[in-house]
């Protein structure tokens, strides 16, 4: 168990639609990143968000944004979604002295139909 | 558990062999190289990363090669357990911190 926390673990839903993943870092970090693995793309860095702030900006598309609140947690709202748009999203945290070691939560599983 | 059901390299290793995983990077401006594993139904895990500025480091039971003259990167296992068999992920990124670009994955598969 990595300390990382993700819901919900599976999503389906329809092309159009909007919904939203959360995820809970690791107790003290400050980091949140979020990833998109797809079959074809691998695993791609979406975005990077430090105490509250964007820090880095990734592949991610403009119907996809993200905010980390001030409890650390994180948000990834995907709109108008795509058959594409179906992949595992994962998100992970580190803490702010070692960006190399990041510790990755279970992810959820979108399935756009 | 789940896969992702990529069309990955695979290596197949007998139990108690030594493997060599392989990885070709793509940006000589990157300051560290990491090796993450991934197990079916699981998020990457941390193995063992390496600063530019060295060409092995060893950690308990692997060790990593780097060659920055051909942009190459290695992970070694020593003695390799069914434990192993999960694809593996190299991963570059820089000083400024954060942003992980990962390679293609190999899965490794560990026969008993």
């Known amino acids: 168990d990595s300390g990382v926390t993700q819901t919900p673990k599976h999503l389906i839903t329809a092309t159009g639609q909007r919904v939203t993943l959360r995820c809970s870092p690791r107790?003290?970090?400050?980091?949140v990143y979020w990833y998109q693995q797809s079959l074809d793309q691998g695993l791609q860095f979406l975005i990077q968000y430090y105490n509250g702030e964007e820090r880095a900006k990734g592949n991610i598309l403009e119907r996809f944004s993200a905010q980390q609140f001030p409890d650390l947690h994180s948000e990834l709202n995907l709109s108008s979604l795509e058959l594409g748009d179906s992949a595992l999203y994962f998100c992970?945290?580190?803490?702010?002295?070692?960006?190399?070691?990041?510790?990755f939560g279970p992810g959820t599983r979108l399935t756009v139909l | 558990g789940e896969s992702v059901g990529l069309h990955l390299p695979t290596l197949s290793v007998q139990e108690g062999d030594n493997s060599i995983i392989n990885c070709a990077y793509s940006?000589?401006?990157?300051?560290?190289f990491i090796w993450y594993k991934q197990e079916s139904g699981k998020g990457p895990q941390f193995i063992i990363d390496i600063r530019s500025n060295m060409d092995k480091r060893q950690g308990q039971r692997v060790t990593v090669l780097l060659n920055k003259t051909v942009k190459h990167l290695s992970l070694q296992i020593a003695a390799t357990q069914p434990g192993d068999s999960a694809v593996y992920f190299c991963?570059?990124?820089?000083?400024?911190?954060?942003?992980?670009?990962f390679g293609q994955g190999t899965e490794l598969s560990v026969k008993p």
């Open positions: 940006n000589s401006a990157s300051d560290y």
């Open positions: 107790s003290g970090d400050l980091s």
């Open positions: 991963a570059e990124t820089t000083n400024q911190g954060g942003k992980l670009i």
């Open positions: 992970a945290s580190s803490p702010a002295s070692s960006y190399n070691e990041q510790f």
